[in-house]
C-alpha cells in the first residue's frame, strides 16, 4: 500500500450504505492498549519508542485476521501525508502532530487501523458505513484477540486493562457514531441534544475526535466512561440513545419539508449551484455547502447524484487530499481555486467561466 494509492480509493466506511445511512455516517469503536514490558509513553525514552514501534509493527503486519494490514512510519512521512491520513479518519491529530517513532497498520478497505505510539502503545480501531456498533465489536475483538495471542498486555485483574489517561482504564473502549444532524442545527433545536448527552456522560465531538469544531453538521457521539462497565454494556448505552437522535432528526427534516419547502428547497439548490460552478472556495464553505446538498439527496430535492460522492467530497476536499491530488504544497488561495476545480471536475460543471 502507497499512501498516492488511497488518493484513487475511498474507505469503505464512506460508501454510504447500512442502517440508518441517511444520517448516520459511520460507526468506530477503538481499544487502548499497553504492553506489559514498557513504560507508559509519558516515561519511555526515544530508544524505548523506537523498541515498541519495531515490535509492534512486526506483530500487525503478520496478524491472521480476515483483511491483512499494511504498516506505515509515519515519524518518516512528511506534514502533508501525516494530514492526509488523519483526514481520512485512519490516524489521529495526536499520532501526526506528536514525534518520535510511531506507525499505523491500515487494512486494505479502509475499515482497520491500529497505531503504535499515540498516547498508548497500541491504539486499534474499526469504522463501518452506517449504524453498525456490532460489526465493529465483532471485528476489533477478533484483531484484539489475535494481538493479544502475541503481546502480554498491560492489565489488573482489579482494574481492567490500564491505559494512559484514567478515563480509558477497564475496558479501554471507546464507542463513537459520527452523525449528519442538519434539521437539528438549521431549527436551532441540537443544543437541547447535547444538553441531554452531558447528562447522561455521553461526548460530543466535531468531525476529527476530540477538540475538533463540528463541521458540515457532522458531531460524533461517543462514551466517556470504560470503567465499571463491560465493553456490551458500553456499546448498548450508546446504542440506546443514538435512535433517539435519529428520530429527532427525521422528525425535524419532515417538519421542515412539510412548513418550509420552498425555502428549503432554494437552500440546497443554491447550495448545489455554488459548488457546481465556483471558482474559488474555502473548505469551510464546502462543508456548509456539502451538507445542505446531502440532506437535499436524503429528503429528494437532488436526484442526480449519489449519497456516496458527497460524503467522498467531504474528505477530498480537504487540505491535505486537495495537495496529494496536485502533487504539489499549495497555499490557502491555491487551495480554494484548486477545491473549486475539484468540485466542478466531480460534479460534472469543469469548464471556464461557469
Given amino acids: ?31 487502548a492498549r499497553n504492553l506489559a514490558q514498557f513504560p507508559f509513553l509519558s516515561r519511555a525514552d526515544e530508544a524505548t519508542r523506537l523498541e515498541i514501534a519495531q515490535l509492534l509493527s512486526g506483530h500487525i503486519e503478520e ?29 489521529s491529530r495526536e499520532l501526526s502532530e506528536s514525534s518520535g517513532a510511531r506507525g499505523v497498520g491500515i487494512s486494505q478497505r479502509e475499515n482497520a487501523s491500529l497505531m503504535v ?20 465489536w465483532s471485528e476489533i475483538d477478533a484483531i484484539d484477540d489475535a494481538m493479544e495471542a502475541r503481546v502480554t498486555y ?3 485483574e482489579q482494574l ?6 484514567p478515563t480509558n482504564v477497564g475496558t479501554g473502549i471507546r464507542v463513537s457514531v459520527m452523525l449528519h444532524l442538519p434539521a437539528l442545527v438549521m431549527t436551532k433545536e441540537i443544543q437541547k441534544v447535547f444538553q441531554a448527552l452531558q447528562k447522561i ?62 425555502d428549503l428547497h432554494d437552500q440546497v439548490s443554491r ?20 451538507s445542505s446538498v446531502r440532506l437535499g439527496i436524503n429528503l429528494g430535492l437532488i436526484d442526480d447524484l449519489e449519497i456516496s460522492t458527497v460524503n467522498e467530497l467531504f474528505i477530498y476536499t480537504q487540505p491535505a487530499h486537495l495537495q496529494k491530488l496536485r502533487h504539489s504544497e499549495l497555499e490557502s488561495g ?21
Fill in 154 to 156: 498491560a492489565f489488573s
Fill in 117 to 136: 505510539n499515540e498516547e498508548d502503545h497500541l491504539r486499534m480501531q474499526v469504522l463501518r458505513s452506517g449504524l453498525a456498533l456490532e460489526d465493529c
Fill in 63 to 91: 496478524l491472521d485476521i480476515k483483511d491483512a494490514l499494511t504498516y506505515l512510519d509515519v515519524d518518516t512521512m512528511d506534514e502533508i501525508d501525516r494530514r492526509f491520513l488523519v483526514e481520512r479518519q485512519l490516524i
Fill in 334 to 354: 491555491e487551495r480554494n481555486v484548486a477545491r473549486a476545480g475539484y468540485l466542478r471536475e466531480r460534479l460534472g460543471t469543469n469548464h471556464d467561466g461557469a
Fill in 201 to 262: 456522560h455521553l461526548a460530543v465531538r466535531g468531525l476529527y475526535g476530540e477538540g475538533s469544531q463540528a463541521m458540515g453538521d457532522f458531531y460524533q457521539i461517543s462514551n466517556q466512561v470504560t470503567m465499571g462497565k463491560s465493553e456490551q454494556q458500553i456499546i448498548q448505552d450508546v446504542m440506546d440513545v443514538i435512535p433517539r437522535i435519529i428520530g429527532y432528526e427525521r422528525q425535524y427534516r419532515e417538519a421542515l419539508v412539510k412548513e418550509k419547502r420552498r
Fill in 160 to 165: 481492567g486493562y490500564l491505559t494512559a489517561c
Fill in 1 to 31: 500500500m502507497k499512501l498516492d494509492d488511497l488518493t484513487q480509493t475511498s474507505g469503505a466506511w464512506l460508501q454510504g450504505t447500512g442502517p440508518e445511512a441517511d444520517i448516520v455516517i459511520s460507526s468506530r469503536i477503538r481499544l
Fill in 271 to 290: 447550495a448545489y449551484g455554488i459548488l457546481r460552478t465556483a471558482q474559488t472556495i474555502s473548505s469551510e464553505e464546502t462543508m456548509h455547502l456539502l
